[in-house]
């Protein structure tokens, strides 16, 4: 089954670290650039970042630049996030997104990342 | 520019065509995509390359573009259309990508 399983999301302290994990299935994980996508609770969508195929390139949103890395396993056909600092402003849905086509064709359900104290 | 712009809410009397716009500098160069997102899902597209649409999205959706604006039109809207539309392309330098803030559709 063709799917992306997203997880780590929790409750944490501003300024505290939080690790996404983005686990894929059913396809070639390696062929594909992958990203993540968030969105704050009754908010749009915001782009976080994107990875090259082999992990060589990365790309971040200015809001994130600094703080935020993204990273994966091709082995373990697992994408990463890695959040640093984080504010309360960083609230939201994180997704894992496949990018195809020059559209995301295919998305994980999400996982709720919370900034409080 | 990097910035998309959609206008917040739209409205649509069933069975009646409807066109959601995204504007942008960027989309004088890239094409957009469109996505449909209803409540506590998570989105999915409905338009790819220019007009092309997954296995499984109904032909009442179509997308065209004209200068710095990109439109989903949906041809005899249903009641299963009701949700938020988010277009999405790169920004100026190609390596950044953008949505636009989401329309909100309400099919009458």
């Known amino acids: 089954q063709v799917q992306l399983v997203e997880s780590g999301g929790g409750v944490v302290q501003p300024g505290r670290s939080l690790r996404l994990s983005c686990a894929a299935s059913g396809f070639t994980f390696n062929r594909y650039v992958m990203n993540w996508v968030r969105q704050a609770p009754g908010k749009g969508l915001e782009w976080v970042t994107l990875i090259s195929f082999d992990g060589t390139d990365k790309y971040y949103a200015a809001s994130v630049k600094g703080r935020f890395t993204v990273s994966r396993d091709n082995s373990k056909n697992t994408l990463y996030l890695q959040m640093n600092s984080l504010r309360s402003e960083d609230t939201a849905f994180y997704y894992c997104?496949?990018?195809?086509?020059?559209?995301?064709?295919?998305w994980g359900q999400g996982t709720l990342v919370t900034v409080s104290s | 520019s990097s910035e998309l712009t959609q206008d917040p809410a739209v409205s649509v009397a069933l069975g009646q065509t409807v066109k959601i716009t995204c504007r942008g500098d960027?989309?004088?160069?890239?094409?957009a995509s469109w996505y449909q997102q209803k409540p506590g899902q998570a989105p999915i597209v409905v338009i790819y390359?220019?007009?092309n649409r997954p296995s499984g999205i109904p032909d009442r959706f179509s997308a065209s573009s004209s200068g710095n604006t990109a439109s989903l039109t949906i041809t005899g809207a249903q009641a299963e259309d009701e949700a938020a539309y988010y277009c999405n392309s790169r920004d100026g330098s190609g390596n950044h990508l953008v949505f636009g803030g989401g329309t909100s559709l309400t099919v009458l």
């Open positions: 997104a496949r990018r195809r086509l020059d559209a995301f064709d295919l």
């Open positions: 390359d220019r007009n």
């Open positions: 960027s989309l004088r160069t890239y094409y």
